[in-house]
């Protein structure tokens, strides 16, 4: 739970400063006529109904097992992060491309350019502040890990995913400075066409980046090598079982994973000690690993395990 905290504390800030960035953004637009400052804040709107969006998804997935979802509405969180990322290529990149090209074909000089320098510099400040509350979180989460492989890894997109578009955002007023600077002191106003398709590049490449890291998370990633260790070395402690042959897990939330164990069990046991052997071992991972939510165990012999496994390597190193 402390996890979604940090997440929402997150997501309430990006969202509050999104949207006081875009109604400035749209008025300064007006009143220059500068297609990049449009494009900024198409980019910024669209960044508030994502962070919206994002808030609606943790919420529908926090909702208890029913009937129709056993295990639970966790992935509704990778859904909606999903849409996010359509919604920053199609809305964000989309409209400030179309901006860009119709500014360049048919140019119109910025006016009152003192006004979006204005407005540039204070939405930088709001966006680096937002950017430093989801990096001071994102950093407490990746621990060790790797930029990029701390991203790979995760299992909570909503952190990262407000990480990347505050980035994005970032660059993108850099760009749209540089394109309303030159376009005044070159006396070619194309150019501020030409910094709505950066901004637009720019967006592509954080939702075509973002989409595919959400599609992992839908078509299911497995629980950490730490966590699959961690639950094997608990099951091979108790006393009924030979060995544990190994486990399948698979995240269906940021906390939430569903586990399959395969077990070889001592020979001498009766159905109803083998039966005692998994709800002790339920109940030790409901105290020690909490996110372990539905655990399923496989009496199985070692040598079926590992022909399984080796199938399921080879079948990985096909694709």
Known sequence: MAGHSGSKRVI???????LAIALTKFAAAFFTGSSAMLSEGVHSLVDTGNGALLLYGMRRAARPPDRTHPLGHGRELYFWSFIVALLVFALGAGVSFYEGVIHIMAPEPVVN??????VLGLSF???GSSWLVALKAFREQKGRLGWFEAVRMSKDPSIYTVLFEDSAALLGLVVAFAGILTSELLAIPELDGVGSIGI???LGATAIFLARESKGLLLGEPASPEVQ???LVIAQEDPAVQRANGILSVHIGPEEIVAGLSIEFE???????IEACVE???ARLKKDMPEITRLFVKPQATGTWERRRKAIAGASEED
């Open 12 to 18: 309430y800030a990006a969202l509050a400063g999104n």
């Open 113 to 118: 350019a003192k006004v979006n320098y204005i």
């Open 125 to 127: 400040l709001f966006e």
């Open 200 to 202: 637009a590049v720019i």
């Open 229 to 231: 260790k961690k639950v």
């Open 267 to 273: 020979d001498h046991l009766t159905a109803p000690e």
């Open 280 to 282: 002790r071992l339920e």
